[in-house]
């Protein structure tokens, strides 16, 4: 069955060693001739004009520069394909050499072919520079492409302005973006032999690519979105959970700062008002106390002063009781002592002779007092002694020793005797003495004048008064008279001497006597005196004790009234105490207030809790109000210090969470409330991890879903190449099986996220969270590796191809290889007709326009196998050539090529057999 | 010389060439799962790499379920050791998860912690002490396993990776010649039955 269009012929001219090679292309061909004659490079020829892009070309083990001078050694080397297309008939797709370079250049120009049009009239080839000109000869309009242009309009892509649209299109595809794997099967289909599975599966692919839209996926992208959020979520739930107390210690500061705040915004101006009153208070009732306390002071000075005065009229008054007691006393006393005296006059009388006996005794001893006792005993003794020698005197008067030596010796010797014989004489000097004792008795004859001598002694007597004087009678009896009147006195004084004391004594009290007396006529007289006034006196007693009681009592109440006045001192004195020193705290406050920052000019615009306390500030209040408020205006910058660190503490424990809140206040609020809701998080944490493990399985399911469309179509492409028998194969087919680990993977995710879709097994509080869940965990990190490593995951990934084969009777095999499968025949085939397959999905299939399609060593195919081929090729629009050394006669073209003498080869159409069954030729 | 350079631009094109072939070489297996970015490379250059280690004669082999070896037919002596103690190891690891009736195709999801390892010493420490293997010898064998890539140490267990493929093939290998084996004695049975008839 062959197409009305198609590959008509290919024409070779001056290229790969043939001189000229007319090749039939539309209908099956057999290309004989022995191996290494050009059969391959004929076909491989075909490459420059349909593979064209020259990354694609594929000339087995020659490299494409030695092929490109192989194909074009001149700049007359043409490769020609006609092709008949259903838009704009026969068509001549033609590529010719360059020339030296070896380049070559593209052309097109509706057909047919006529090789004589590329013959000068010379019969020389054309040369590629008078190409177009030659073919304009011929009517034919030429046109040279660069080969991204002619690949374009072969494989019908963007269309060139001006350009009718796919004017040389051969190959509609039904999708653009097959054109390079097309072209990839194609360069295959002219050396099918070297089909592999890897490039049978990338074709596989590509072909059914447009059915898997979108279909790479970067598994850890997409996880990594879908679960960024989650996971930042699930850092800030674990760190608050792990903070909790912190939280609620900062929810606890929190709420107590704001209290703090309303009671500071509420207070801050009854303060203020409290303060500015307070001086006036203070001043006024400083003032008033002051006051006060000195008018109790003044009258406690006058209460002093009273009192002193009385106490001053007490003891006057206790003095004067005494003295009148006294008095009273001393007048019972006089009265008891004088009892017995009635008169004056007996007491003076009894003082005068009291006196005349004192005067008496005082004479007596003021002589006894002239010499004393033993003094005048010793005169008296000498005044005896003189009366004994007076008397003596007085009794020898007439006769007497003297009277007879004056009357014997004259009186000169009785002078110097009576010298001799003084009493002085025994204490003379030793120079007024010459003491010879035998001359003493002569002495007293030789004696000098003057000298008393003594036997052995002369005394002198010049200077001695004589001893004795003769007085008369009278004169002694005068001198014995005065001797004896000395006597008595001196006896008397003696005796008054010895009474001297006595007579002291008794003068003593006579003196004393003298004075009691006296001192009784002066009590008498003061008795008298006093008798006279007690009764006035003890008027004044009276009185005087009266008032003395009156005085007490006073007193007693002044003590009273003192102790009130001290007291009430003493309040004052505290109140103004108390003053001053709410005076002095208020005003230490008010110099060093605590609300000086500036955060307290705008506190009222901060969060706070409205303060419900008391509108209205009494100034008695204000200082312990004001400390509180002091207190409050500290401990609120002391929870600001500390509330900022909490929040850093909690920052750095991992909840940042709410850090671009517009305001620490804000985001303190947002932390506490995240606390009090971590149950909450936990669940909305778990589903939000639900979703977006659904998210993330989403592209996983197009995977999957891709994966499975691949399948389905791998199914189709099956039916496709099961339609004819291949060889001996019961089974042929190309199945693709999955990289289980990948799969499974894929699968697990999709079913655990249709379970939480469904919310089968992830209960809520369930444990086994979609986070913790190990094989998922598993299954991700895998996909992860996978896709990283692939730079995303493809559904190619997915799967292998094996190649699944069956003889009768046998059981299915499956080779990841396809070389290995069979027979080296059943392999051909089974390449063939693969390749073949493919190609005819890629085409549009409204639009047949029949290619060629190229088996190499044909002669591995039996007969049968010759045939199956060429329907199936024919079925999905090919024509088949087979190249062997004999013919095949299961082609419609038998086609021999020829060696030249000049050692190039020759097919002409001359040369050409059409091999028909006879029944046909008969008819 | 062409083949040398061109060799040597192959090579340039495959920066883990050193890197895999160290492995290899080390009779080491790479399976996709636990290597995917080797695996890759290895996979994308195939046809590369299957040149350059033939060109160097070793024999790499790539099974389709994702794991890749250097073929040897006769190992050395110690790999010969290392391999029978390690086909030891996976078949009792195999025969105690049978018996515990886990699939064994999903051997790649089994845990072989120590819970595990002591249970199969239990079950079969007849046969391994006859191999003078303790439990310990067992986690050092399971050390070796993951040395030649039939193992993975992750979160505190060993994960069995598809290489362990290629023992349990040669069991199953085993088995069917058994069964053969069994069938052609039967059939031999029945053969001298037919003679005898």
Not at chain 1, 367 to 389: D, V, W
Not at chain 1, 625 to 630: G, I, K, P, S
Request: aromatic share 8%; hydrophobic share 35%.
């Amino acid at each position: 069955m062959s197409s009305d269009y198609g590959f008509q012929q290919l024409v070779l001219l001056n290229s790969a060693g043939y001189e000229r090679a007319e090749l039939p292309l539309d209908e099956s061909v057999s290309l004989i001739a022995p191996n290494n004659t050009g059969k391959t490079s004929l076909i491989n020829a075909l490459q420059y004009l349909l593979i064209i892009d020259k990354r694609h070309l594929d000339f087995g083990a020659h490299d494409k520069d030695k092929a490109r001078r192989f194909y074009f050694p001149s700049n007359s080397s043409y490769i020609l394909l006609e092709v008949t297309l259903p838009e704009s008939g026969s068509v001549v797709l033609g590529c010719v050499g360059k020339g030296f370079s070896h380049d070559y250049a593209y052309f097109a120009y509706r057909g047919p072919l006529k090789i004589e049009e590329y013959r000068l009239d010379n019969g020389k080839l054309v040369t590629q520079p008078q190409l177009l000109e030659q073919l304009a000869q011929h009517g034919r309009t030429a046109n040279f492409y660069s080969s991204t242009e002619f690949a374009e309009m072969v494989y019908g892509g963007a269309r060139k302005q001006g350009q009718t649209s796919s004017e040389f299109t051969v190959f509609r595809l039904e999708n653009r973006k097959d054109a390079n794997a097309y072209r990839q099967v194609l360069t295959r289909t002219l050396r099918l032999d070297k089909l592999s599975s890897g490039e049978v599966k990338r074709h596989l692919l590509q072909i059914f690519s447009r059915q898997l839209p979108d279909s790479v996926v970067d598994f850890k992208q997409e996880w990594d979105k879908a679960f960024a959020e989650v996971n930042q979520d699930r850092e800030q739930y674990r760190s608050a959970r792990n903070q909790q107390t912190l939280i609620d210690e900062l929810e606890r500061q929190q709420e107590e700062r704001l209290a703090i705040r309303g009671r500071i915004i509420a207070r801050r101006p009854l303060i203020d008002d409290g303060l500015e009153r307070w001086q006036n208070h203070y001043q006024t009732e400083s003032k008033n106390l002051q006051h006060q306390h000195d008018k109790l002071q003044e009258q406690e000075a006058d209460l002093l002063e009273r009192d002193r005065e009385q106490t001053r009229r007490q003891s006057e008054l206790n003095q004067q009781l005494e003295a009148l007691n006294k008095d009273e006393h001393r007048r019972r006393e006089l009265e008891n002592r004088l009892a017995l005296i009635n008169e004056r006059s007996q007491l003076e009388q009894q003082l005068a002779s009291t006196i005349t006996e004192r005067n008496r005794h005082i004479a007596l001893l003021d002589n006894a007092c002239g010499q004393p006792a033993p003094a005048i005993e010793h005169q008296l003794r000498r005044e005896n002694q003189e009366l004994s020698n007076l008397r003596k005197e007085q009794e020898t008067l007439s006769d007497n020793l003297y009277l007879t030596l004056k009357q014997q010796i004259s009186a000169e010797q009785l002078s110097i005797l009576n010298r001799g014989l003084n009493r002085q004489l025994l204490t003379l000097p030793p120079g007024d003495y010459q003491l010879e004792s035998q001359q003493l008795l002569q002495w007293l004859q030789d004696m000098p004048e003057d000298w008393f001598e003594l036997p052995g002694l002369n005394l002198s007597v010049a200077n001695q008064a004589p001893q004795y004087e003769q007085r008369s009678e009278k004169e002694v009896a005068q001198l014995i008279e005065d001797c004896r009147g000395r006597l008595r006195q001196l006896q008397e004084q003696k005796a008054a001497t010895e009474q001297l004391d006595t007579q002291k004594k008794r003068t003593e009290e006579l003196e004393q006597e003298v004075k009691s007396l006296e001192k009784d006529l002066e009590q008498f007289d003061e008795l008298a005196q006093l008798q006279k006034s007690c009764p006035d006196r003890l008027k004044a007693m009276e009185a005087a004790k009266q008032e003395l009681a009156e005085i007490e009592h006073a007193q007693k109440q002044a003590g009273a009234l003192q102790q009130a006045f001290r007291e009430q001192i003493q309040e004052v004195a505290n109140q103004r105490q108390a003053l001053d020193a709410e005076h002095q705290e208020i005003d230490g406050i008010r110099q060093n207030r605590g609300d000086t920052d500036d955060q307290f000019n705008w506190l009222a615009d901060l969060p706070h809790t409205p303060w419900v306390g008391d509108p209205v500030l009494p100034l008695d209040q204000l200082a312990k109000t004001l400390r509180d408020y002091q207190r409050d205006c500290y401990q609120l910058k002391e929870l600001d210090r500390e509330l900022h660190h909490q929040r850093i503490t909690l920052h750095s424990g991992g909840l940042t969470k709410f850090q671009y809140a517009p305001s620490p206040e804000e985001e303190i609020r947002l932390m506490v409330e995240f606390r009090h809701h971590l149950v909450r998080e936990a669940e909305a944490l778990e589903k939000k991890a639900r979703s977006a493990v659904v998210t993330v399985t989403a592209s996983l399911r197009d995977l999957r879903g891709n994966l499975q469309s691949f399948e389905n179509a791998m199914h189709e492409f099956n039916r496709l190449i099961s339609r004819r028998k291949l060889s001996d194969l019961k089974v042929f087919r190309i199945q693709p099986v999955h990289e289980n680990h990948l799969v499974e993977a894929i699968d697990l995710l999709i079913q655990t996220a249709e379970k939480v879709e469904s919310g089968e097994s992830f209960e809520l509080f369930n444990q086994s969270s979609v986070l913790d869940d190990r094989q998922l965990d598993y299954a991700r990190q895998l996909l992860i590796d996978e896709g990283s490593a692939r730079h995303g995951l493809k559904v190619a990934d997915l799967f292998r191809l094996t190649f699944e084969l069956a003889k009768e009777n046998q059981d299915v095999e499956s080779f990841d290889d396809i070389d290995s499968a069979a027979s080296n025949g059943t392999v051909l085939m089974a390449k063939l007709v693969t390749g073949l397959a493919m190609l005819h999905l890629m085409q549009d299939k409204r639009r047949s326009v029949q290619a060629l399609c190229y088996l190499d060593e044909a002669l591995a195919l039996d007969a049968a196998n010759q045939r199956s081929l060429i329907k199936t090729a024919s079925e999905f629009g090919f024509a088949l050539m087979f190249a062997s050394p004999s013919p095949l006669i299961t082609a419609h073209y038998c086609v021999p090529i020829q060696q030249m003498s000049n050692g190039k080869n020759h097919i002409s159409r001359k040369h050409w057999q059409i091999l028909q069954p006879l029944e046909t030729v008969e008819a | 010389m062409s083949n040398t350079s061109q060799f040597q631009q192959i090579a340039s094109n495959l920066p883990n060439l050193a890197h895999l072939f160290r492995w290899f070489n080390r009779g080491r297996h790479l399976n996709r799962i636990s290597e995917p970015v080797l695996w890759e490379e290895l996979e994308r250059n195939l046809d590369d790499y299957v040149a350059i280690f033939t060109a160097l004669g070793f024999d790499l082999r790539l099974d389709g379920r994702g794991f890749a070896w250097f073929h040897q037919d006769d190992g050395s002596s110690n790999t010969n050791k290392a391999t029978r103690q390690l086909a030891l190891l996976f078949m009792v690891i195999f025969d105690t998860q049978a018996d515990a009736g886990i699939p064994l195709m999903k051997f790649e999801h089994w845990r072989i912690d120590q819970t595990l390892l002591t249970t199969v010493f239990e079950q079969h420490q007849d046969l391994l002490e006859a191999e003078e293997l303790d439990l310990s010898g067992l986690v050092s064998l399971m050390r070796t396993a993951e040395n030649f890539g039939f193992a993975r140490y992750d979160g505190g267990a060993w994960q069995l990776l598809p290489a362990v493929c290629r023992y349990l093939d040669h069991y199953e290998e085993l088995a069917s010649q058994v069964d053969q084996d069994e069938d052609v004695s039967w059939a031999g049975d029945q053969d001298d039955e037919d003679n005898s008839l």
